[in-house]
């Protein structure tokens, strides 16, 4: 089966990932909402964490912190108030001839591991084959955004970025590969610095045709 036609049959077969699992109506990434806590008692847990630390929240250097923390956390975690795929709605269809992958590389982000809550900090490379339609490129970098911003682990991050891809374009395969340093194994347990934890998830064409898939591995030199 030649690429063009893998590309069709899979336009026409396949059915959206997980139906009724979508991304943002996921419970893994619908977190808030009932039973969250208000600012005041959220400040209140920094307090805790502060004396948990050794220290005194009470002293002047850490009376503004809580307030600020919960500030950051709103910045940190702002995925869970985002619905990735609806980041990509926006589509171009006047895209001549073009029929070879679209990719971007070196997408920066930060995340945050949900076993210790320590940071993720990484890049992210994402290609996909379009099928008649593009999605302006700055939104694959919201994406990455969007499904960062949460607890994670890297696997989960990996696979949620190419899925919210695949689920909102339908294009004919996805690739995202993602490349981070975990803090949680840098600063702490095992203490060991500059690893880099690599993971890929390779959909449609990039999963079923080798040679796109090394073209492509091989452009963000792997
Ligand atoms: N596979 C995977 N593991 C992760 C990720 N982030 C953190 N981890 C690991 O999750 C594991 C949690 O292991 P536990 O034994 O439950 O926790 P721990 O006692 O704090 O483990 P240490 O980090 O080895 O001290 C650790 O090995 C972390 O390195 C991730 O994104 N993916
Ligand atoms: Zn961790």
Redesign the pocket.
């Known amino acids: 089966m030649n690429l063009h036609t893998e590309i069709l049959e899979r336009t026409e077969e396949r059915s959206t990932h997980d139906e009724g699992q979508a991304l943002f109506g996921h419970p893994r990434l619908n977190a808030t909402g009932a039973g969250q806590p208000s600012r005041l008692e959220a400040e209140e847990a920094v307090r805790t964490l502060i004396r948990w630390a050794g220290d005194n929240p009470e002293r002047a250097g850490l009376l503004d912190t809580p307030a600020r923390v919960v500030r950051a956390y709103e910045e940190w975690f702002e995925g869970y108030n985002q619905n990735p795929a609806s980041l990509l709605e926006r589509t171009f269809d006047e895209i001549g001839g073009y029929s070879q992958a679209v990719e971007l590389h070196d997408i920066p982000f930060h995340s945050v591991?949900?076993?210790?809550m320590a940071t993720?900090r990484g890049k992210a490379h994402i290609a996909y084959m379009p099928v008649d339609r593009v999605v302006g490129i700055s939104k694959l970098a919201r994406v990455v955004e969007a499904c960062a911003r949460r607890l994670?682990?890297?696997?989960r991050?990996t696979d949620e970025i190419a899925c919210a891809i695949d689920d909102a374009l339908r294009p004919g395969g996805v690739a995202v590969v993602i490349e981070a340093e975990?803090g949680?194994?840098s600063t702490?347990?095992?203490c060991v610095h500059g690893t880099r934890?690599v993971t890929k998830r390779m959909l449609g064409v990039f999963d079923t045709d080798a040679g796109l898939r090394r073209e492509f591995l091989s452009s963000i030199g792997m």
């Open positions: 591991c949900e076993h210790h993720i994670q682990i890297q696997e991050l975990h949680c194994m702490r347990g095992v934890m």
